[in-house]
């Protein structure tokens, strides 16, 4: 059993940044790969970032890509997705995600537990 808490969500202007956080208990972080997604009102949850067991392995969804980064400290237990250059389209609740695959997926099904959420709101 995996306990993911995701802070860091909050409104902010257009070109602004903010920092997720997504504290884990539980299993052993570093067995897990882990996924950033969001899922705005009336959409399907989508594909943001993932990042391998140990960090050395990162992918990102088109849009935001270049602008979004994601990180983790397994000594923290902790996972990051640092948010630049902000704009409205992304905001979404965005939801942090654990997998025991040994690869990285963009596939919501193949995450095994789930995070709460936090909401971000991008101003125009």
């Known amino acids: 059993q995996v306990l993911l808490v995701e802070s860091g969500g909050g409104l902010v202007q257009t070109g602004g940044s903010l920092r997720l956080s997504c504290a884990a208990s539980g299993r052993t972080f570093s067995d897990s790969s882990m996924g950033w997604f969001r899922q705005a009102p009336g959409k399907e949850r989508e594909f943001v970032a993932a990042?391998?067991?140990?960090?050395?392995?990162?992918t990102y969804a088109s849009s935001v890509k270049g602008r979004f980064t994601i990180s983790r400290d397994n000594a923290k237990n902790t996972l990051y997705l640092q948010m630049n250059s902000l704009r409205p389209e992304d905001t979404a609740v965005y939801y942090c995600?654990?997998?025991?695959?040994?690869?990285?997926?963009?596939?919501?099904?193949?995450?095994?537990?789930w995070g709460q959420g936090t909401q971000v709101t991008v101003s125009s």
């Open positions: 995600a654990a997998s025991s695959l040994n690869y990285l997926s963009t596939q919501p099904k193949e995450y095994d537990y």
């Open positions: 990042i391998s067991k140990f960090g050395i392995s990162t």
